[in-house]
């Protein structure tokens, strides 16, 4: 009796993908971080405001969201763990290898630098808007000084007419004065003449 053969059976295996896992950044809660950090609110924003200032980090790596909803990144975390404990040179080794901000974009995902001459026209239509209003305004200022400056003169001008009109007017009194003085004096002189002839005429009688 012939031992059965063996059949080989060609079977196809699929392979099975083991893609690696996506490398997604952890966020943290402000209460997490805080808790992580053991740090309170006002010393997780002092550190967050020194990461930005002085290293340079921008804010959208940093922390997202708003209000209660903030979330701040595994970045946030290892750099605020650096600063507190006083480790800049791998805070600096980890700034220089975190990832760039993202470029700032308009509206419909155009950059700002394909805006560039319409901002170039718009910044050139305000100079010239500004430059129409400072000379219409320098305009109306030598306008207004030169008017103050008349008004000025004719003031001045018065202030002569009415001194002249005072010194005029001191001068005729004491004209008049002296003139009543000297009729005064006459009419007393021509009294005593009169006074002088009648003794003469009387003694010549």
Do not use: F, H
Not at 72 to 98: I, M, P
Not at 121 to 143: D, E, F
Not at 161 to 171: G, H
Not at 182 to 197: I, P
């Amino acid at each position: 009796m012939e031992p059965e053969s063996l059949a080989v059976i060609d079977v196809e295996v699929e392979p099975i993908d083991n893609p690696e896992p996506e490398d997604e950044e952890t966020w943290y809660s402000a209460v997490q971080i805080q808790g992580l950090l053991k740090l309170s609110k006002a010393g997780l924003q002092q550190s967050i405001s020194k990461l930005q200032s002085i290293y340079g980090l921008d804010i959208a790596t940093l922390r997202r969201g708003a209000a209660r909803a903030t979330q701040y990144s595994e970045l946030a975390l290892k750099a605020c763990k650096l600063l507190n404990a006083g480790k800049l040179s791998e805070l600096r080794k980890l700034v220089e290898a975190a990832p760039a901000a993202p470029s700032p974009l308009i509206a419909g995902g155009l950059a700002i630098s394909e805006y560039t001459p319409a901002l170039d026209r718009r910044i050139t239509q305000l100079n010239q808007n500004a430059n129409s209003a400072s000379a219409s305004l320098n305009q109306n200022v030598q306008q207004l000084l030169a008017q103050i400056a008349s008004e000025n003169e004719a003031a001045q001008q018065r202030d002569s007419d009415l001194k002249q009109a005072r010194i005029n007017a001191a001068q005729n009194r004491g004209a008049a004065q002296a003139l009543e003085i000297y009729q005064a004096e006459q009419k007393a002189l021509n009294e005593v003449l009169a006074q002088l002839r009648a003794r003469q005429l009387g003694g010549a009688e």
